[in-house]
């Protein structure tokens, strides 16, 4: 297996273009030989892409990462986002979903307690807000399933946000 020298993406022997960037990947051989074929080599971070973590780090911190979904704190108290790249950002991503989650609970009993007394209209908007609360599921649902599968993808909307550094 060779890698693209452009975005780092692993090609079979012999393709002529990425499949990835479409550069042309004809390796010469100096190329060849400064190409790492270690274990757990990770090709360079292409902008936008998903991260992909150590591959051990990954494994020996996997249930950490997904407790960071669902008790965002404990890897803190334990300080496993100091030692894992992988675990402190699935950290600083629960931690981001926990606060956005928080925010719109409080903006929810607000506006709720308006809404209420708006008859019809009022109702319609409460129960489209209270449907809209699934989205905090389904975005844990989504951490878990990247946190087991040894990805650092960000979630959907609010997963550009840094808090854990």
Not at 21 to 46: I, N, R
Not at 111 to 134: K, N, T, Y
């Amino acid at each position: 297996m060779a890698f693209c020298g452009n975005c780092g993406t692993q090609t079979q022997d012999g393709i002529k273009f990425c499949p990835s960037c479409g550069q042309q990947t004809e390796a010469t051989d100096a190329q060849q030989a400064q190409t790492p074929h270690m274990e757990g080599y990770l090709p360079p971070v292409v902008p936008g892409a998903p991260q992909q973590a150590d591959i051990r780090d990954a494994q020996d911190n996997k249930m950490m990462a997904v407790i960071a979904y669902i008790l965002f704190f404990i890897p803190l108290l334990t300080g496993a986002h100091r030692t894992s790249p992988f675990a402190k950002y699935h950290t600083n991503q629960g931690t981001v979903l926990f606060i956005a989650a928080v925010i719109y609970g409080i903006a929810y009993s607000i506006l709720s307690m308006v809404l209420i007394f708006i008859p019809v209209i009022g109702w319609f908007l409460i129960l489209i807000l209270s449907i809209a609360s699934i989205l905090f599921l389904v975005l844990c649902i989504v951490g878990i399933i990247n946190a087991v599968n040894g990805r650092m993808s960000p979630l959907p909307v609010i997963g550009n946000f840094t808090i854990v550094k």
